[in-house]
């Protein structure tokens, strides 16, 4: 699972950022599509960085 972070954005809306980056993935106007987004991106198994095989 990659952690994502939801975040105020000013008066832009809300961002989606990954842990560990410092450019927002997404701005997006309403928190709720940050976080869906948020959760999308973080249950993508491309995105996963747990190698325990």
């Known amino acids: ?3 994502q972070h ?3 954005n000013g008066d832009n809306g809300w ?3 990954g842990e560990g980056n ?3 993935t997404k701005i997006t106007t309403t928190k709720k599509e940050a ?3 948020a959760r999308q991106i973080a249950n ?3 995105n996963r960085t747990d190698y325990s095989w």
Do not use: G, I
């Open 1 to 3: 699972m990659s952690n």
């Open 22 to 24: 410092s450019k927002a």
């Open 35 to 37: 976080v869906d987004l």
């Open 44 to 46: 993508n198994p491309k």
């Open 6 to 8: 939801v975040v105020p």
């Open 15 to 17: 961002a989606v950022t």
